[in-house]
């Protein structure tokens, strides 16, 4: 005798359910144990300054320094590339002149910093001690 009952087999199921339960609960371990970055701001108030808006063309000393590290004194080419010559030849063009000028450094984008150093040094051993740069204004 054989007793056996056709009985329909039920399918397999997958239940979602607890693999949901557990996605969430990594998903809430890793956003405890994760150290968010805070990037701070430094507030910078610029100091204002007023004075003339042009300087007078004798107070002006302009070195201009090229791309190869060549240096000219308003406009006439220097001999030589190291400080005690450069230094020489500003105190002569400065030339006693009252009040001591400013030197105005005009220096190639593609010049090195060491030549820009350097016409700073030789300006101060020329007793030139009120130095700028002199920039263009780039399209924004």
Do not use: C, W
């Not at 507030?43 to 000219?72: C, F, H, T, W």
């Amino acid at each position: 005798m054989n007793f056996r009952r056709h009985r329909h087999r039920e399918e397999p199921e997958i239940n979602f359910i607890p693999l949901i339960d557990l996605l969430l609960v990594i998903l809430i371990f890793l956003m405890v144990t994760t150290t968010y970055a805070r990037f701070s701001e430094l507030e910078v108030n610029l100091p204002q300054a007023s004075g003339p808006a042009e300087m007078q063309k004798d107070s002006r000393l302009r070195v201009d320094i090229s791309a190869s590290g060549s240096y000219a004194v308003d406009g006439q080419a220097v001999a030589g590339s190291d400080v005690a010559q450069l230094g020489e030849r500003l105190k002569r063009e400065a030339g006693g002149k009252n009040p001591a000028p400013v030197v105005v450094i005009n220096a190639d984008a593609k010049a090195s910093h060491q030549a820009v150093v350097t016409v700073m040094e030789a300006a101060r051993l020329a007793g030139l001690l009120q130095l700028t740069f002199a920039t263009q204004q780039g399209t924004p």
